[in-house]
């Protein structure tokens, strides 16, 4: 039970900074462009700051994916692969 525990931390701490990034990001673009450029600008350098395009959501939203690639699954002895 312990040795799960530190990656489980690990992977909050990850999302929790990641989280803050593009707070910050989108706060500065927000204060520095004072609303008037568009919102797909905001979301060009929250991208560039992600190192990652992100999807458009409806609602100005944008959805950046960010799958785990240190995890391996095995069911009945057989490794299971992403598609």
Do not use: N, Y
């Not at 979301?43 to 992600?50: D, G, I, L, N, P």
């Not at 995890?71 to 598609?83: D, S």
């Amino acid at each position: 039970m312990r040795g799960r525990s530190r990656p489980l931390r690990h992977v909050r701490s990850l999302l929790k900074f990641t989280a803050r990034v593009c707070f910050l990001v989108s706060s500065l673009c927000f204060a520095q462009a004072g609303g008037t450029v568009p919102a797909s600008a905001h979301w060009k350098e929250v991208a560039t700051a992600m190192g990652r395009p992100g999807q458009p959501q409806p609602g100005d939203v944008m959805k950046f994916a960010m799958p785990r690639k240190d995890l391996h699954v095995m069911l009945g002895g057989v490794t299971i692969t992403r598609p």
